[in-house]
């Protein structure tokens, strides 16, 4: 499974960003889907998950950011509303793919960079 992530952006804070991640490959195996977000010196860290339509956001994002999936067309998406400068990372789509044994157990994208200034 390949991701590929785009909609990243400089934004002023308090301004919103949708992020896209298409997937392509054997998007049958993906099962759960994440948003992540890293900054320099730091861990990933988990925004938010999606999984059979249920939800869950981290606490710092929660009320704010979005996360949906068009199974139509492979995607996932990242709504963000009242973007921090704090919210500033780059941004990386997450896939499960553990349902199928041959393939790796989950395929990352290569990331998008979002840019909040005050």
């Known amino acids: 499974v390949q991701l590929v992530e785009s909609g990243g952006d400089l934004v002023q804070a308090g301004g919103s960003l949708r992020l896209s991640c298409v997937a392509s490959?054997?998007?049958?195996?993906?099962?759960?889907m994440r948003w992540y977000r890293q900054t320099p010196g730091k861990g990933r860290e988990l925004v938010a998950v999606i999984s059979t339509g249920k939800t869950n956001y981290d606490d710092s994002v929660k009320g704010r950011f979005t996360i949906s999936r068009d199974y139509d067309k492979d995607t996932l998406y990242l709504q963000m509303h009242s973007l921090k400068p704090e919210d500033t990372a780059v941004y990386y789509c997450n896939a499960d793919t553990s349902v199928c044994p041959l393939l790796d157990s989950d395929s990352w994208g290569q990331g998008t960079q979002v840019t909040v200034f005050s």
């Open positions: 490959g054997d998007t049958i195996c993906i099962s759960t």
